[in-house]
């Protein structure tokens, strides 16, 4: 006994059953039988053993495996459906597969089959102070957040988004914290951050990244880790879906 693999519902298909293998040794490899439609019982969903609707005898393939072909009558059951061949001669054959309806078979096999490749959105700017070419005020040496505006990723089903955190700080004391806040609605937004990075200043341009995934809102909080440096910054983000190739 073996799994077949899945079949879509009341669809014409070709499958490879086998191997068919001498009765004496179970080794030798039969490849001149006589399979005809009489011969290829099948049982749908558990249910009594009759020959297969297809009127085709199967056709040898190769090493003792046999090419069988099925139609959308006898694929028209959803559920298993098992196949059996007990030849003269030759061990039996069985084999069990699953019928999936025709919405169930494109999303469960068709796609997971399919080459799954990000489709990325434009780079934007979620905010920038002078330094960078916007006009947001530094962050200051308070210890305080300054956060962000939302990035969306529910409306336009994204996965995540890759956000770049580019900063310079006023001198090498403090480290600038960046939490990430997470919100179902891009308005009422956790009070504790489910992301945390802490990079020291070296009071030189710096820059550092973070992978924001599988939440439907977010925004940043930035802050000086204490009260002796300000941090010139600019966030970017590049939100991703996914796609069949």
């Avoid at 499958?15 to 179970?26: E, R, S």
Wanted: hydrophobic content about 35%; proline content about 1%; overall charge negative.
């Amino acid at each position: 006994m073996a799994f077949g693999g899945y079949l879509e519902q009341s669809t014409a298909v070709d499958v490879l059953i086998g191997p068919f293998l001498d009765k004496d040794d179970g080794d030798t490899e039969e490849t001149a039988l006589t399979i005809s439609q009489g011969d290829i019982l099948l049982s749908k969903a558990g249910q009594t053993l009759t020959q297969k609707t297809d009127v085709t005898a199967a056709a040898h393939d190769a090493n003792g495996y046999y090419n069988c072909e099925l139609d959308a009558t006898d694929t028209n059951t959803l559920g298993t459906l098992t196949l059996i061949v007990h030849e003269s001669g030759a061990l039996a054959v069985r084999l069990d597969f699953m019928v999936l309806s025709s919405d169930n078979y494109t999303n469960f096999v068709e796609n997971n089959m399919a080459s799954i490749k990000k489709v990325f959105a434009t780079v934007a700017v979620l905010v920038e102070t002078a330094a960078y070419g916007g006009s947001a005020a530094v962050i200051a040496a308070d210890q305080k957040y300054d956060y962000t505006t939302s990035v969306n990723h529910e409306t336009n089903g994204y996965y995540g988004s890759h956000v770049t955190v580019e900063f310079r700080g006023s001198n090498s004391t403090d480290s600038l914290i960046v939490d990430v806040f997470a919100a179902l609605d891009g308005a009422t937004y956790d009070s504790e951050p489910f992301m945390h990075r802490e990079v020291k200043s070296t009071g030189k341009p710096q820059q550092f990244s973070l992978i924001v995934e599988d939440v439907a809102h977010f925004r940043l909080g930035l802050r000086s880790s204490d009260t002796n440096t300000t941090f010139e910054y600019q966030v970017t983000y590049q939100s991703w879906n996914e796609s069949s190739a």
